[in-house]
């Protein structure tokens, strides 16, 4: 079977992988979104090896000295450095250090901290390039023109390739006081996000807002007495479409999630106690009618696999998981999984499980047909875990659970815990996207505008936080919620007032702010309540105050009393202009 051609994927992908490898996590995020969203989906991803662009690199070298080296009859000829392939000079040592040099005025922040060597070509955050590495990927040339012998350099196989050696990692240090002050690298100047914020305004205070799967001109804005799809044009104005309004009454939105596609959206409303679901399609018109459920609706849980629907139903002591597979179409939802604790978050983890937190425990349950628990992890104390995310890595799923008024963050899958993780109550939690599969990423926000970013590991249960943001001096500069971009490049948390984007990688200042106009910021008493279920004050978690990206990356809406401002976002180069959408 002959080699399939090479195409600008191939060595686009051999480009980001070593971008990666080589420690340059920004210039790879850069590249990805230029010219593919998820190089590793690519059908030839999976087959190639590490260090493969300078393997391949070094072996067209030695082809070519070999080619240079004969006549056209074959006879072996003496080569003068001229007709090396990069020419005669070498590349001097002082040059080497150069990059290293810049930015030498700036503190070292625990970003610095040496890591281990990414697995299969992802960076991790704040790992730099050894002065080996640079040596070994500038002087190539010089080792390919060096004639293999017995005894030559460790670091070369029989081949030629270089064999980049495992460096040993430094003692983890946790960063306690103060902000990160960033890596050793000139940061592009802050991007104001206001002149390209479009606003739009509802009638109530807004609780949910969501990005249509796979479409940056479609979000939904939710609140307790309506649901609207909103249309943002490129070259107009929003288009509003109201799908559900109510007036005061007994009748409630609950809840509202699209499907994993973005074909359907499911709209939950809760009446005496009692709970429906609609499903809309994408133009806002009602499609089906599922089962009622007897009790209120306080959760929606698409899969991003399948065309699963886990609903859950909540009062104060008893939880019901209840299954709705959107391919089988039952008459009734099947026996739910009756949990005897209230319920506060549910998180699907992969294929064919879900996390959910309670009052001291965090429950593990299998989800096929029907919906079982498999584990019951149960914490020291009956402390409260509001806020729960989970991953699955390459070797089992991750579970991380945070405690609002506690201030801690426990990991019960692999019991780890995390106590007194913030000076102030704990407000949301987020992974990072793409984690490595031995060493996870996530983020925690607090009261009193600190965001703080974790690094765990997995196998040794060391966890250390590589980075603390700050949202700075307000009135009410509460960091209420947060989220990470698609592709885990950016971090984004908001407060009332201020919105702040940060570079995970380099930490240091934000990269992009939005603020509130002052008129709005007297206008909305921050303090006032406002009346939730049964009349109780809506809490400060990002169930009511919702943060989300869209698929691409380069958009943010933020849910905010009567407001949802959509605010597109296009990263920049490094000193570089604005890049164009």
Same mark, same amino acid.
Request: charged share 25%; proline share 8%.
């Given at each position: 079977?002959? *080699?399939?051609? !090479? ?32 190089? #590793? ?64 005025? #700036? ?24 002065? /080996?590495?640079?040596? $070994?990927?500038? =002087? ?52 104001? !996000? ?5 606003? !739009? ?6 609780? *949910? ?6 479409? $940056? ?6 609140? *307790?007495?309506? %649901? ?113 604790? @209230?319920?506060?978050?549910? $998180?699907? %983890?992969? +294929? ?28 020291? /104390? ?7 995310? %989970? ?23 692999? *019991? ?17 996207? #793409?984690? &490595? ?24 249960? /060391?966890? @250390?936080?590589?980075? #603390? ?21 950016? !971090? ?34 921050? /303090? ?5 279920? &049964? ?29 949802? +401002? =959509? ?15």
């Amino acid at each position: 079977m002959a *080699q399939p051609d !090479l195409t600008s994927h191939h060595v686009n992908y051999l480009i980001w992988r070593y971008l990666q490898e080589s420690g340059h996590g920004d210039a790879a995020v850069s590249l990805q979104r230029a010219w593919y969203p998820d190089p #590793q989906t690519l059908p030839f991803a999976p087959y190639i090896k590490t260090h493969a662009l300078v393997s391949l690199v070094q072996k067209g070298l030695q082809y070519h000295k070999l080619e240079t080296s004969l006549d056209k009859e074959g006879n072996r000829i003496t080569l003068s450095p001229s007709d090396y392939f990069f020419g005669p000079e070498r590349l001097e040592n002082g040059l080497v250090g150069i990059r290293d040099a810049v930015g030498t005025d #700036q503190p070292e922040s625990p970003s610095h901290v040496a890591r281990d060597r990414p697995v299969n070509g992802h960076a991790e955050p704040g790992r730099q390039i050894r002065k /080996d590495e640079e040596d $070994s990927d500038e =002087s190539m040339e010089d080792k390919a023109q060096t004639e293999s012998q017995p005894g030559s350099p460790s670091h070369m196989d029989g081949d030629g390739d270089v064999s980049m050696a495992e460096e040993v990692p430094e003692p983890p240090v946790t960063l306690e006081n103060g902000d990160s002050s960033g890596i050793q690298i000139a940061p592009a100047k802050t991007v104001d !996000l206001t002149p390209d914020t479009a606003l !739009l305004d509802v009638e109530n205070h807004v609780t *949910q807002a969501l990005w249509r799967p796979r479409d $940056s001109t479609t979000v939904v804005a939710a609140g *307790q007495e309506f %649901c609207s799809l909103w249309k943002l044009p490129l070259s107009s104005e929003p288009v509003e479409r109201k799908i559900v309004e109510f007036k005061k009454g007994n009748t409630t939105v609950s809840n509202v999630a699209w499907d994993a596609i973005g074909e359907k959206l499911a709209v939950a409303t809760s009446t005496n106690e009692k709970g429906s679901i609609t499903m809309y399609n994408t133009k806002g018109d009602a499609v089906d009618l599922l089962p009622e459920i007897p009790r209120i609706i306080t959760g929606l849980h698409w899969s991003d696999v399948s065309a699963q629907l886990v609903v859950v139903g909540s009062s104060d002591n008893v939880s019901e998981l209840a299954l709705w597979d959107d391919d089988r179409r039952p008459d009734a939802f099947p026996p739910p999984q009756v949990i005897e604790d @209230h319920l506060y978050t549910v $998180s699907w %983890c992969g +294929r064919g499980q879900i996390f959910a937190s309670g009052e001291g425990a965090v429950y593990q349950c299998e989800v096929d047909h029907s919906i079982r628990l498999l584990n019951t992890f149960s914490s020291r /104390d009956k402390t409260t875990w509001d806020f729960l995310r %989970c991953i699955q890595t390459e070797f089992n799923p991750v579970a991380i659970a945070a405690s609002g008024p506690a201030s801690s963050i426990w990991i019960p899958t692999h *019991q780890i815990s995390i106590p007194n993780a913030h000076p102030e109550q704990i407000t949301g939690l987020e992974i990072r996207p #793409q984690s &490595n599969p031995k060493r996870i990423i996530f983020a925690s926000f607090s009261q009193g505008g600190k965001i703080k970013v974790w690094q765990v590991d997995l196998e040794s249960k /060391d966890y @250390h936080c590589i980075h #603390q943001f700050s949202l700075g001096p307000s009135p009410s500069n509460n960091a209420l919620t947060g989220c990470f971009s698609p592709d885990g490049y950016a !971090l984004a948390a908001a407060s009332k007032d201020r919105l702040s984007i940060w570079n995970v990688e380099r930490g240091g200042e934000p990269i992009s702010t939005w603020t509130a106009p002052q008129s709005e910021v007297k206008k909305e008493d921050p /303090d006032r309540p406002i009346n939730g279920h &049964n009349g109780l004050s809506i809490p400060e978690s990002p169930s009511y105050w919702p943060l989300v990206w869209d698929a691409d990356g380069k958009r943010l809406a933020y849910g905010l009393n009567k407001k949802v +401002r =959509s605010l597109k976002w296009i990263p920049r180069p490094v000193d570089g202009p604005p890049s164009v959408p």
